[in-house]
């Protein structure tokens, strides 16, 4: 038996140089007598006589091209010749150029030729006729037929397909030698149809004795060995974490099972899908959900137009369907049906239904009140998730799933969740991991709480500022959310306040309890229910007394004074334990120069503001003297600022300077100190 796969050679000529070789050596290792070695030197004469033909005829190519480049470059140089001049040039620049273009190509051409008649020589002369005759009665004195099996020529191209199909029509009537052909009819017969200029399967019918389909794989044989290879991927618990049997179920039998209809279908699909599952588990997390990512390589495999199209839909399949402008259900669905039948006017016609199914279950209509759990499950519905699945790495500015598991695996360990974030805030991703951390708010158990929110309360000093913006949600507030809702877990309000005070005397943080606490201290004035809030009136009293407390001993160690929130602090402080302790603080703190620069720095302001022309938010730094002057007089530290000359000002003193002497350039021309940034804008 020869195995003979066409596909594996590159060109057409070593389509036939491989063939007669193939066939050459198969007979010669028959056996080893002498009449096995003597039947393989008769079919190789055989092949030279054929393969001369062939060398002439790919040969003459490039000396035809050359000939035509003559007669280009001659048409050309008219232009620039004097008309006597042309014969001449025409005559002895063709025989030139005809002479090396003969020398270059009968140097390959002889050297193909020598090879082949020296094949001859090593016989006496016969024709192609007595040379096959000879082949034929050596093959006949074989014990058994030699077969020789064609596979993979549906992955030809149609010139390929010609060639394989010439040198088996024209080898066709030698005994002993019997062809299995294997391929996929229509793609051969619409190959051969360009060829023939008719009909490819009666032109097949002329060639093929006996033709014969592969059985169709029953459906559930098929499905088996699909499901057995998922099966192998979805072994490991990273990969199974967010796989849902229902849901896989009802994407599978509506929208992925008609896809897989013979094994190379399954085959082809299988090895795609093995690729991106690798990469998507960089770090020991699995960072898409396993049924979307199998869901949407169907789609890569089958539907490349529609897949390649959902990158540039990406606003318009992850948007919530109740924040696109107050637009009632109907005229939603209008712009789901328009949307759905543009994605899927790329899909091949009779598949386009399954692909309209998949893209339905794929990006359902998404609320707001459900995207948490869509992140959580990292669907591609969700606009965090989504990029991922079309990238070869996390995006840029995201954080990884690994990264998420890692901080959601330390929630019950103070020490190494610090750390972790840390880790993120050296990488400039700890803002966009408290946001991401939302999603799992509620999911994080209250055995951890202790030491999950003290590890909030460590970082919360020193947050990053988040995105620039009247309305971006600043990074402090997601960490309070975070433990809102978290602590809403818990039913009981004294468990709530445990937890809360454990976790403030622990810490040493103090910005983020304070905020904390002054919002449920602002909730409490906003005479909200009991089941809006998160603490009774009691509670926040008795948190208030701890962190007026931390903040006494944040004074006397120092940690106050160079406490990035000072500000803040000061007004906390003199909200909940009255004016006097923040204001002695503050004017022994101001006694020198540089705590009073300090003081200034704390007391000014940012506000961002938009005029109807800007096409970015601009930032207004202001100081309001109201403020300043619950703890020292603003004419004192004006008349101060008067004398002082501080060397080599940064970018914050500077700000601070000028932001106080417009504040009180604004007092002293009789305007109010309230909103100060309207002065930016003429009235009216």
């Not at 696109?324 to 006017?345: C, F, H, V, Y």
Request: aromatic share 10%.
């Amino acid at each position: 038996m020869v195995e003979f796969n066409p596909w594996q050679w590159a060109a057409q000529d070593q389509l036939a140089d491989a063939f007669f070789r193939e066939i050459a050596l198969a007979l010669g290792k028959e056996d080893e007598t002498k009449v096995a070695k003597q039947r393989a030197e008769r079919f190789s004469a055989y092949a030279a006589y054929l393969k001369v033909g062939s060398h002439i005829a790919t040969g003459i190519r490039p000396l035809l091209a050359s000939a035509f480049a003559v007669a280009g470059v001659l048409g050309l140089g008219g232009s620039f010749i004097a008309p006597w001049m042309k014969p001449y040039l025409a005559v002895g620049g063709s025989l030139f150029l005809c002479l090396a273009a003969f020398i270059a190509w009968s140097s390959d051409f002889a050297e193909k030729a020598a090879t082949a008649f020296s094949s001859l020589q090593k016989l006496k002369e016969k024709n192609l006729q007595e040379r096959k005759g000879e082949v034929a009665g050596l093959l006949r004195q074989l014990k058994s037929p030699l077969l020789v099996v064609i596979d993979d020529l549906d992955r030809l191209t149609a010139d390929e397909v010609r060639v394989v199909f010439q040198l088996i029509k024209a080898n066709a009537d030698f005994p002993n030698l019997v062809y299995l052909t294997l391929f996929q009819r229509d793609v051969v017969e619409q190959n051969l149809e360009k060829w023939t200029c008719g009909s490819g399967k009666d032109f097949l019918e002329k060639i093929v004795q006996v033709g014969f389909d592969v059985p169709q794989v029953e459906q559930s044989k098929l499905q088996g060995v699909l499901f057995a290879r998922l099966d192998e991927i979805l072994a490991d618990p990273k990969f199974s974490k967010n796989f849902k049997p229902s849901r896989w179920a009802n994407l599978f039998t509506s929208g992925l099972a008609p896809y897989f209809q013979t094994l190379r279908d399954v085959y082809r699909y299988l090895g795609v899908l093995d690729v991106r599952v690798a990469g998507m588990a960089p770090r020991g997390s699995f960072e898409v959900n396993p049924i979307d990512l199998i869901a949407l390589e169907v789609l890569r495999v089958f539907e490349p137009g529609v897949f390649h199209l959902l990158p540039r839909n990406k606003e318009r399949l992850t948007r919530p369907y109740d924040a696109r402008g107050g637009k009632n259900i109907s005229e939603i669905e209008r712009e789901e049906k328009l949307r759905l039948d543009s994605l899927t006017a790329a899909a091949h016609k009779e598949s386009r239904a399954h692909a309209e199914e998949i893209l339905k279950q794929l990006f359902p209509k998404v609320s707001t009140g459900n995207q948490d759990q869509y992140y959580r499950e990292l669907r591609v519905c969700h606009p965090d998730v989504f990029d991922r699945y079309f990238l070869l790495s996390i995006p840029e500015g995201d954080i990884s799933q690994a990264h998420l598991d890692s901080l959601l695996a330390s929630t019950g360990n103070r020490d190494a969740l610090v750390s972790r974030f840390n880790e993120l805030r050296e990488k400039g991703l700890l803002a966009v991991a408290l946001d991401r951390l939302e999603a799992y708010k509620q999911k994080v158990s209250l055995a951890d709480a202790v030491p999950f929110i003290a590890a909030l309360f460590d970082i919360g000093d020193d947050l990053p500022e988040g995105q620039p913006g009247m309305f971006a949600i600043p990074t402090w507030m997601h960490a309070s959310r975070i433990i809102r809702w978290y602590l809403k877990e818990e039913p009981d309000i004294t468990k709530r306040r445990s937890y809360l005070a454990e976790a403030m005397k622990i810490s040493q943080g103090l910005y983020l309890p304070v905020m904390k606490v002054a919002i449920e201290t602002d909730s409490q004035k906003e005479g909200r229910t009991q089941s809006e809030r998160l603490l009774d009136d009691t509670s926040v009293d008795d948190l208030k007394q701890i962190l007026v407390e931390k903040i006494r001993k944040a004074a006397e160690s120092g940690r106050l004074a160079a406490h990035p929130q000072l500000g803040t602090l000061l007004g906390v402080w003199a909200e909940w334990a009255g004016p006097d302790e923040p204001k002695s603080w503050v004017e022994n703190f101001t006694q020198t120069d540089e705590g009073l620069v300090v003081f200034l720095e704390a007391m000014t302001e940012k506000a961002t503001s938009a005029g109807s022309d800007d096409s970015l938010p601009r930032e207004i730094w202001y100081t309001q003297l109201k403020i300043i002057e619950r703890f020292i007089d603003p004419e004192v530290v004006a008349s101060r600022l008067e004398k002082l000359k501080p060397q080599s000002p940064n970018e914050s003193q500077i700000r601070a300077f000028k932001a106080f002497q417009e504040a009180i350039g604004r007092r002293r021309s009789g305007k109010p100190d309230g909103k100060p940034w309207r002065d930016w804008y003429p009235e009216g």
